[in-house]
């Protein structure tokens, strides 16, 4: 019986051990997350025709994409290098729809620019892998 206890107790305390593992694999950041709330509360309703929000919000997008771009990479993320590459790109397109947007560009011009910019998120997000 007490092999038994003794068993199960290392079996359980092997899958406490795995989740705190797992749990602590998926590495935070902050300006990431910043950047997506803005992300996606402009470009949701863009997808739908409704291009106030990323008209209003550019300079935030802006602000929140170069505060990303600053900041450190986390070091568990293997293609740092890749990921350095694409926010940058992050930027310049950000830029590009705050100024166009200051300039008057129309709806569609806008939509386009920030779906290229979607796109580009989701390729940072994907090199974020330890």
Same mark, same amino acid.
């Given at each position: 019986?007490?092999?038994? =206890? +003794?068993?199960?107790?290392?079996?359980?305390?092997?899958? !406490?051990?795995?989740?705190? @593992?797992?749990?602590? /694999?998926?590495?935070?950041?902050?300006?990431?997350?910043?950047?997506?709330?803005?992300?996606?509360?402009?470009?949701?309703?863009?997808?739908?025709?409704? =291009? +106030?929000?990323?008209?209003?919000?550019?300079?935030?997008? !802006?602000?929140?994409?170069? @505060?990303?771009?600053? /900041?450190?990479?986390?070091?568990?993320?293997?293609?740092?290098?890749?990921?350095?590459?694409?926010?940058?790109?992050?930027?310049?397109?950000?830029?590009?729809?705050?100024?166009?947007?200051?300039?008057?560009?129309?709806?569609?011009?806008?939509?386009?620019?920030?779906?290229?910019?979607?796109?580009?998120?989701?390729?940072?997000?994907?090199?974020?892998?330890?």
């Amino acid at each position: 019986m007490m092999k038994h =206890l +003794k068993f199960l107790f290392l079996g359980c305390l092997m899958l !406490l051990m795995n989740g705190v @593992a797992l749990a602590n /694999s998926k590495t935070d950041w902050k300006e990431k997350d910043q950047f997506h709330t803005v992300m996606s509360q402009t470009f949701h309703p863009a997808e739908e025709g409704n =291009l +106030k929000p990323i008209r209003e919000r550019s300079e935030e997008m !802006l602000s929140k994409a170069l @505060a990303w771009q600053k /900041s450190p990479i986390p070091t568990a993320f293997k293609k740092q290098k890749d990921i350095q590459v694409q926010l940058d790109k992050l930027v310049k397109g950000t830029q590009s729809i705050r100024n166009k947007i200051q300039q008057g560009a129309k709806d569609e011009e806008i939509k386009a620019d920030l779906t290229a910019l979607h796109d580009i998120f989701h390729e940072i997000v994907g090199l974020c892998k330890e």
